[in-house]
């Protein structure tokens, strides 16, 4: 009898009723031998998978892809892992390890990981240290995350020492305002299927940092990427669109949105050029034309303090 | 015509982001004295009115796109000269690769602004050019190898 293919193999096991553990050691030893075909059953078998396996499929993309795009979700699931305490053990230990293979460091690294970036193990473990002492792992009350734009996934006003980042941060005073080293980012690619998938990643990151109230400052496509999350099972309590260009086919699921704000340039090249306008001109959302122009002003902090923007937002919120 | 006159007098004068807009306003104005203007514009000192004006007259019909320009802006550019070019090249879409694709071996910074256009624009003619360029550095490489991939899981 011949032996099946790797993927047909791979295939077996995603659709099988074993245990996550064995699920997950048999697609760690497929990984070598899978060809690329195999990448779309691995994204496939991604979505509602038992954590463990989910590991092991983020770890055979990357031994097959050499991409890090799973680094963040490894991030989480080690943060989602210490916070379960010992009953996270297993889980912890296998995204640690994917996380190496990931970074190439080493685990002793990894422990040490954390001058100049987040030190996710140690973080996890303070949070494990106080799930042993009986303390449960907590919903936090509120979030604020800033989502950048296209072709800015590596530009730096919405990072920690960035111009808005900062300025929210500190000026406004949203303490809750999101800055670790697993800061929610997309590709930025600019084209329809990208902000999609965007906003699926946001879904996901949003369920890994689960809290009561979250606030959501989108620029540019960021906003429409976090309008287009809105259509998951996730509710943003405001949401400040920055420079978004406005099409109907991006809208939000207005339900799931406590409160809608778009800001807007007076002139604005990269709306006009963009298919879309600027204005909704819906009673679901509030619209602030600026008296300042460019497609950044509306991230701008000289801007929001020129023009009182806070106070458009209802900023302070309570 | 009001409208017309009032976006001229707004391409000749103001702040470069509204004389941009201005341009584009005029988009499919078919009088020689908008179409006059517009060609004005397109070698304007802001890039931004420039580029707008040029995308304007390709609008129109008239291809008088500065795409090497075009990528060589985007090097330096600030991020919201980045979006426009993003824009302009998501509005024109195939047309522009074969008129990229020479300027995939141009060495450096402007090869990757290149790669990342024609991945954006994304159909079968941008793959091609894709698959039949060679790289000349490793970072290109794998920037051109990540782009594919990407590709494919697509």
Not at chain 1, 130 to 148: L, S
Not at chain 2, 100 to 120: F, I, K, M, S, Y
Request: charged fraction near 25%; charge should be negative.
């Amino acid at each position: 009898m011949p032996t099946a293919s790797p993927l047909t193999r791979l295939k077996r096991i995603l659709k099988s009723n074993s245990e996550p553990e064995k699920k997950a050691t048999e697609i760690c030893v497929l990984a070598d031998v899978l060809l690329p075909d195999a990448i779309d059953v691995l994204d496939d078998g991604l979505a509602g998978a038992d954590p463990l396996v989910q590991v092991a499929i983020m770890d055979a993309y990357h031994t097959m892809t050499g991409d890090r795009f799973h680094k963040p979700d490894l991030e989480n699931m080690m943060d989602f892992a210490a916070s379960l305490g010992d009953a996270g053990e297993q889980l912890y230990m296998a995204a640690r390890i994917a996380l190496g293979n990931i970074t190439g460091l080493s685990m002793d690294q990894l422990d040490e990981w954390g001058d100049g970036q987040l030190n996710i193990t140690a973080t996890a473990r303070r949070r494990r240290s106080r799930r042993r002492r009986g303390r449960p792992a907590r919903m936090i009350d509120e979030i604020t995350i800033v989502i950048h734009g296209t072709w800015a996934s590596d530009g730096t006003w919405w990072r920690p020492g960035g111009d808005f980042f900062d300025y929210v941060k500190n000026d406004l005073g949203r303490d809750d305002l999101y800055g670790k080293s697993d800061q929610f980012k997309w590709s930025g690619k600019n084209r329809d299927s990208k902000r999609r998938k965007a906003a699926t990643e946001l879904h996901q990151w949003l369920k890994g940092h689960p809290a009561r109230e979250v606030n959501v400052f989108g620029h540019s496509h960021g906003a429409n990427v976090a309008m287009l999350a809105t259509h998951h099972d996730i509710r943003m309590d405001r949401l400040i669109m920055l420079s978004p260009p406005v099409r109907k086919d991006y809208f939000a699921k207005w339900s799931n949105v406590g409160a809608a704000f778009n800001v807007q340039a007076k002139f604005d090249p990269v709306v006009a050029i963009a298919r879309g306008g600027q204005w909704f001109r819906i009673p679901e959302v509030s619209e602030r034309p600026l008296k300042a122009s460019g497609h950044s002003a509306s991230h701008e902090s000289k801007v929001w303090r020129a023009e009182k923007l806070p106070k458009f937002v209802g900023m302070p919120w309570q | 015509m009001g409208d017309e006159r009032d976006w001229l007098d707004a391409l000749a004068n103001g702040i470069a982001e509204a004389r941009a807009v201005a341009a584009l306003q005029l988009a499919h104005v078919q009088s020689q004295e908008v179409v006059t203007a517009l060609r004005g514009a397109t070698t304007d000192a802001s890039p931004q009115v420039a580029l707008a004006a040029q995308f304007a007259l390709w609008q129109s019909g008239e291809d008088v796109l500065d795409v090497a320009g075009m990528v060589q802006a985007c090097v330096t550019a600030d991020e919201a000269l980045q979006q426009q070019i993003a824009m302009i090249a998501e509005q024109i879409g195939a047309p522009l690769v074969p008129r990229l694709a020479p300027l995939l071996n141009e060495a450096g910074t402007a090869a990757q602004v290149v790669l990342q256009l024609l991945d954006d624009i994304h159909d079968d003619t941008a793959l091609a050019c894709l698959r039949d360029w060679q790289p000349v550095d490793d970072d290109l490489l794998r920037a051109r190898a990540d782009v594919l991939a990407d590709w494919h899981d697509e």
